[in-house]
């Protein structure tokens, strides 16, 4: 887990596509797998995959994934993450610090994480698949990180 509690990435010079509708919180709710490709600058690689839940909480909804990280080199690792997703769409970190805003259409967001940067990019023009991408930039991380989203029909 990094200093920040996320392990993302993407390239910012792709255009993000946006919805031809905005999305709301309850567009979310309900169950997707997820794929994940990690990049270091380094050259070293990981892959995630596993399963997101986005569960009604009140007003908001609790975002959990958990899945299985491969990092090169070494044996898989099961892996979690949550947050908490408000109705205005800002993600919230487990321990009540704020994170990003998801733009409604998507489009672009950042986190600032002092001393390193992430900014990222949602993209929901193949909705109801969509894919999130960071690029993480500073002294203490530096990767991108692309991952799709598909909706499973329980």
Not at 49 to 62: I, K, R, S
Request: with cysteine; net charge negative; proline share 6%.
């Amino acid at each position: 887990m990094t200093s920040c509690g996320l392990l993302v990435t993407t390239t910012i010079s792709q255009k993000p596509s946006i919805a031809t509708e905005p999305l709301r919180l309850a567009d979310f709710a309900g169950h997707w797998r997820i794929t994940r490709d990690i990049q270091h600058d380094g050259g070293a690689t990981a892959q995630f995959e596993g399963d997101a839940t986005w569960t009604p909480q009140g007003e908001d909804m609790l975002y959990q994934e958990e899945g299985h990280l491969r990092i090169e080199g070494a044996a898989p690792l099961f892996a979690t993450r949550s947050y908490l997703w408000k109705s205005d769409l800002s993600v919230w970190f487990s321990d009540g610090r704020f994170f990003h805003q998801v733009p409604a259409h998507g489009g672009k967001v950042h986190h600032d994480c002092p001393p390193d940067d992430y900014r990222g990019t949602y993209d929901f023009s193949n909705w109801p698949s969509f894919v999130t991408r960071w690029q993480v930039t500073g002294p203490r991380k530096s990767y991108r990180m692309t991952t799709t989203y598909t909706r499973t029909i329980t």
